[in-house]
């Protein structure tokens, strides 16, 4: 961070606390709300009244407004910008969100092959000693 | 024995930290912090999430995903969380404005919405419990129970940190360590609210599909 950054930021303290970005507004809160609740409504609607008729097609969209809708929490509850503290918090978000998006396609990726390519053997095996 | 590192006499020695960071904004590095611990809560829930989603289909012969959740009811859940956090919102607004009254308000509503959260997740645990679908009963259930009241529990504790913080503002009003103590609470609130997204997503509707 550099020395102006720490200045800036020395300036503002007097007896009350203060954050950089601030805590929104009215208004901020209320879009996030409401952008929330119509990304929650379309995708129950989605899946509970069956709507598109095709599961995969549905999965894939509700993962893409399950996404949306945790960025929309971000930016308008959590006040998530590339600039508060010194743009650290985003730096770490991003390491995390990197991190977790390896975690669960790797595990998902090679659990799934593990499964397909070793299960059906063992399964056989089994059934014929069973017999 | 002589150490290594040791700096040489008539040498000044080292220094291996920022010296500028004296005098720094305490609450500042608090946020930051704060923000550092729920990124490495996100890693904990990404693994269990991993977890659910190796073993969500192996159902030893048990119940499935279709046969025992109710969306509807993960639906008015869904709403409770929604609506805790928008009203912890407006708490945070009337504690930019020195309202303490209104603070404890929002904030107890906040608390109230929490608790009708958790209150409807322990019955629908109790509900899978009578229907046969205990956490043994297979991977599935194991890792679904595992996810699923990690995040419950997370809540349970925002609450009971909910209630410590009210008692403060009551006793000591909202100075300075009190806003600093809420807006972690606040940040560890809304980061609830981003992981049951995931869960209700993941879990319960692309879980009921196929």
Redesign the interface.
């Known amino acids: 961070m550099s020395a102006d950054a720490t200045h800036a930021h020395g300036s503002h303290e007097h007896d009350h606390v203060h954050t950089e970005g601030g805590h929104g507004s009215v208004k901020a809160y209320v879009t996030g709300f409401v952008l929330s609740v119509i990304l929650t409504v379309i995708p129950f609607w989605l899946v509970m009244g069956n709507t598109l008729d095709n599961s995969l097609v549905t999965t894939l969209v509700v993962l893409v407004l399950g996404g949306v809708q945790m960025v929309v929490h971000l930016v308008y509850f959590l006040h998530m910008n590339t600039k508060s503290e010194g743009g650290w918090t985003f730096m770490a978000m991003i390491f995390t969100v990197t991190l977790v998006a390896i975690m669960l396609s790797g595990s998902v990726w090679v659990m799934y092959h593990m499964n397909r390519n070793m299960m059906p053997a063992a399964h056989h095996e089994l059934l014929q000693k069973m017999r | 024995m002589m150490h290594t590192d040791t700096a040489p006499p008539g040498t000044a020695a080292p220094v291996f930290y920022v010296t500028?960071e004296e005098?720094?904004?305490s609450?500042?590095s608090t946020?930051?912090g704060f923000?550092?611990y729920l990124?490495s809560d996100?890693?904990i829930f990404?693994?269990l999430?991993?977890?659910y989603?190796?073993l969500g289909r192996n159902y030893a012969a048990g119940p499935s995903q279709k046969d025992l959740f109710d969306?509807?009811g993960i639906?008015v859940n869904?709403?409770m969380l929604?609506f805790s956090?928008?009203t912890y919102?407006?708490a945070?607004?009337e504690?930019?404005k020195?309202n303490q009254r209104r603070t404890q308000l929002w904030l107890a509503v906040t608390g109230l919405f929490g608790v009708a959260f958790v209150a409807l997740e322990i019955r629908e645990f109790v509900h899978l419990f009578h229907e046969g679908a205990p956490p043994w009963r297979s991977a599935f259930l194991s890792s679904f129970y595992t996810l699923v009241s990690t995040h419950g529990l997370h809540v349970s504790f925002g609450i009971l940190w909910l209630v410590t913080l009210m008692i403060q503002v009551q006793k000591y009003g909202l100075v300075?360590a009190n806003?600093?103590r809420l807006?972690c609470l606040?940040?560890f609130w809304?980061?609830l609210?981003?992981i049951w997204?995931?869960v209700?997503?993941?879990v319960y509707?692309?879980g009921?599909?196929?």
Do not use: N, Q, Y
């Open positions: 500028d005098g720094h904004h609450e500042g946020m930051l923000w550092l990124m996100c890693l990404a693994t999430f991993a977890t989603g190796v969306l509807t639906a869904t709403a929604l956090s928008i919102g407006f945070m607004l504690m930019d020195d300075a806003k600093r807006m606040s940040m809304h980061f609210d981003l997204i995931g209700f997503t993941v509707l692309i009921v599909l196929e």
